[in-house]
Nanobody, 114 residues
Framework: VQLQASGGGLVQPGRSLRLSCAPS????????MGWYHQAPGKQRELVAAISSVGSTNYADSVKGRFTISRDNAKNTVYLQMNSLKPEDTDVYYC?????????WGQGTQVTVSS
């Protein structure tokens, strides 16, 4: 299963971005989908996750600013990123999990800078 992530880019502080991630060529059902970020030299950390029934979990640093959602019909997960800050700059990876496996997308760069 290959996950295709998109939507990253360069934005000014305070602006918004929307990330999307979907598997290519697969209709597999995922029990959970999420977004992680990783800065150079650091471990990959959870940004937000959502279960198949819509339960969500957020990192404290993004609560109130980011919203994760999923379209089960399209097998797609989204991350709406509002009020972006320079410290949100990172590579963002999507992850999708079944009971047996975890799958990762290729990463999309988000840069917040004036």
């Amino acid at each position: 299963v290959q996950l295709q992530a998109s939507g990253g880019g360069l934005v000014q502080p305070g602006r918004s971005l929307r990330l999307s991630c979907a598997p290519s060529g697969s209709r597999i059902g995922f029990i959970a989908m999420g977004w992680y970020h990783q800065a150079p030299g650091k471990q990959r950390e959870l940004v937000a996750a959502i279960s198949s029934v819509g339960s969500t979990n957020y990192a404290d640093s993004v609560k109130g600013r980011f919203t994760i959602s999923r379209d089960n019909a399209k097998n797609t997960v989204y991350l709406q990123m509002n009020s972006l800050k320079p410290e949100d700059t990172d590579v963002y990876y999507c992850k999708a999990s079944t009971f047996l496996n975890d799958y990762w997308g290729q990463g999309t760069q988000v840069t917040v800078s004036s």
